[in-house]
């Protein structure tokens, strides 16, 4: 059933605005009460878009989570980039990360919750993930969850859940998800915009969306925590929990019952977008990042630009920033991957343009052409196997560099994430906040090729039309 769009003023108008005050001391005091280390398992580096002196992992080995769990903070992410996997490769990769994470909690003598981080439209390897999780946390420990939480609000994205209708924000309308671009993903589609039905769809019907328990906007509104935590009280079998929110003071008051729900005994596992793990984690708000505050070193050398998305936004973003007089574009014709002695020429004619560009003190932009690879309707795996292939070249780039730039700029999730892994080669970097609303900005780690370099990730399908071309301006004027 199609689902019509709604205006943003329409929708907002309907609810009456939130006590936020009184909500804030509420939910402070609510974690006070919640002695849990908060694993947050990032499907691609764009997860920690709301959050900021937060530590990111970029491996998920036993001595890694240990060091996770020993840290103050009350959460800790692991950047799994499971988005860019094969259905293969993210159950053995889960299946690893859940049995260590047992093992720390046990060495640490810690309880933990675990938030499986997913695309706020709804992309990756849902439900196979939590399932991985669940069955192997389940296997080798006692603990027995209870339910899912589905929570994809990130009010950042305008990415919105209201009446169980998971909505994407396209200027001054809300269009259902399951009607934009990212449904039709080659992967990852869905045809779904409700919730529940989106989550009966993608279960192959092994949970039924009229048998989902649903936490509505009203009694959020109304601040009826009582009755939303006997909801909570009521979910078993691994039930799906649908989360209705349009702000952030919604997600808090959830959590407020949510934590009451945990202190009663109540298991749960999260397949949520970047909101709740601010909620949950206690993050305080932070203003935007400056200039001053993301460029430490004096350097001549100019910054680098990598594009490797291809949704809508990018492209839009891309041909804005093609109007700045301060980058010079170097295109990486990438569909030469079919021919491999090209292809390398290819590469290697990239790599020594680039670090002409940027020892010249000029800023690059090297982007992958801009036609998608299609090799027919029956060969996804194929596509994906050779979307790696691209993307590691991509990550050489980085890696072959010779110079240090004055800054890195990844746009698109799968390659920020392959360029902070393996190009950059971080294990563990910190997150400094955002440079523009949704888009994090890690501060790398000593071990990294560029110590202590401003890495921004810059989501494919984030920001506005102009951010792109502004973040680069407001990085390259001296």
Known sequence: MKTNNRSVEEVFSRFPSPDTNLIHKMINQELQHFNRKI?????????VQT???????????????????????????????????????????????????VEAAQRNNCEFTIISRGDSTLRGHYPLETEVLKDTVEAKSNIRFDGEILLPFFKEGGRFTIDNVHYVQYNT???????????????????????GEWAEE???????????????????????????????????????????????????????????????????????????????????????????????????????????SHVK??????????????????????????????????LNRVVETTNKLILEGKNVAVYTKRERLD????????????????????????????????????????????????????KRATVAGQIRPGIPVWTTGDESKFPGISYVIFPGNVGTITDLREVVEMLSTK
């Open 202 to 308: 993608k279960s192959n019907g092994q949970y039924k969306a009229d048998q989902m328990t649903y936490i509505s906007l009203e009694s959020l509104r109304a601040m009826d925590i009582d009755l939303i935590e006997q909801q909570l009280l009521n979910v078993e079998n691994f039930n799906k929990v649908i989360v209705n929110a349009v702000d952030y003071s919604d997600v808090q008051v959830f959590t407020i019952a949510l934590i009451r729900a945990f202190n009663k005994g109540k298991h749960f596992m999260f397949r949520s977008a970047a909101a709740l793990t601010k909620v949950m984690g206690g993050v305080s708000n932070k203003s935007l990042l400056t200039r001053e505050e993301m460029m430490s070193d004096n350097t001549n050398h100019g910054g680098l630009v990598i594009i490797g």
């Open 375 to 426: 090799l027919g309707e029956d060969r996804k795996e194929d596509e994906l196997k050779l979307s790696v292939k691209i993307s590691d070249a991509v990550t050489s780039i980085v890696k072959r560099l010779e110079v240090r730039p004055a800054y890195i700029i990844a746009k698109g999730g799968i390659t920020s994430s392959d360029i902070g892994t393996n190009g950059l080669e971080v």
């Open 51 to 101: 959050v900021h002196g937060i530590s990111v992992y970029t491996d998920w080995s036993v001595d890694s989570i240990d060091r996770g769990f020993q840290e103050d903070n009350s959460m800790f992410f692991i950047l799994t980039n499971s988005r860019g996997f094969t259905a293969a490769e993210t159950t053995k990769a889960h299946q690893e990360i859940a049995a260590n994470i």
């Open 39 to 47: 694993i947050v398992l990032d499907d691609d580096p764009t997860g």
């Open 173 to 195: 309308e809300l269009v259902p998800a399951g009607e934009t671009e990212f449904a039709k993903d080659r992967t990852f589609g869905y045809t779904k915009s409700h919730l």
């Open 313 to 346: 936004k990018t492209t839009e973003q891309f041909e804005e920033l093609k109007k700045s007089s301060v980058v010079e574009f170097v295109e990486f014709n990438v569909h030469l991957v079919l021919e491999p002695d090209q292809f390398d020429n290819e």
